[in-house]
């Protein structure tokens, strides 16, 4: 079993350019001038963002091939930035029984606002499952990521002189209407990677879609809705959460 808290996780260029651009604009003896970025690095403090590449560097890791995570670095650097959802927690249990066919399932907490949905879902891996749950509490708020979809996940082991205790980077590639994008998790826990990449790649799909926080169907506008709510998941897994 897996249980993870995980805290809130443009450049006007293409592809690998934006990291090796941005590299260079971070750093001042460069000499390459941040309105090359265009608007995106408005507000952004260059320094801060230097040295979060630095350390991410520092960790073996490079965003090559998950330009959509590196457009959300940049955007989580400015003043306004404001999350449009948490993932509070998780937890992701595969099994196997004798005689019985396997298990995955994934229980999310998120937080949208003042807003918090706990649900879970089954999946036929546990990423899978961890997928279907977050989409399933996102679903709630945001109902027009009902046509994304993945595409393609692919693991890659960052030391390989540390065998299965070495950091994995997971990209995760993405498609909505034609819209397709990549994004990374890294970490030496696989399902721990995984949920970084899911919790990008659905922040993207939203910030790209403009998505505001609908109104619940049903909901009256002018009615607060409730501190936390419960989506049912598989065999009686939905529980109600608090806020806190």
Request: glycine share 8%; charged share 25%.
């Amino acid at each position: 079993m897996t249980e993870h808290c995980c805290p809130a996780l443009h450049a006007g260029l293409e592809g690998g350019d934006q990291w090796q651009v941005a590299r260079g604009i971070c750093n001042p003896l460069r000499g390459i001038r941040a309105e090359q970025l265009g608007h995106h690095l408005e507000g952004v403090d260059a320094r801060a963002l230097s040295q979060t590449i630095k350390e991410l560097e520092n960790q073996g890791l490079a965003f090559e091939g998950a330009e959509a995570s590196f457009e959300l670095l940049i955007r989580r650097k400015g003043a306004d930035y404001r999350p449009p959802f948490q993932i509070v927690d998780y937890t992701v249990l595969s099994e196997q029984r004798e005689d019985q066919e396997f298990l995955a399932e994934a229980t999310v907490k998120v937080r949208v606002d003042d807003q918090v949905v706990h649900t879970a879902a089954d999946g036929n891996g546990p990423v899978n499952a961890l997928d279907a749950a977050m989409r399933k509490a996102l679903g709630a708020f945001f109902p027009q990521l009902e046509s994304m979809r993945l595409v393609d996940y692919k693991v890659r082991i960052i030391d390989g002189t540390a065998a299965t205790a070495a950091r994995t980077r997971v990209i995760i590639d993405s498609l909505d209407e034609g819209l397709e994008w990549s994004t990374m998790g890294s970490d030496t826990n696989i399902i721990s990677a995984s949920a970084i990449a899911l919790a990008d790649s659905f922040e993207y799909a939203i910030w790209k879609r403009e998505a505001a926080v609908p109104v619940r169907p049903g909901a009256d506008a002018s009615t607060p809705a409730p501190a936390d709510v419960a989506i049912p998941g598989p065999a009686g897994a939905a529980r109600r959460t608090s806020a806190d």
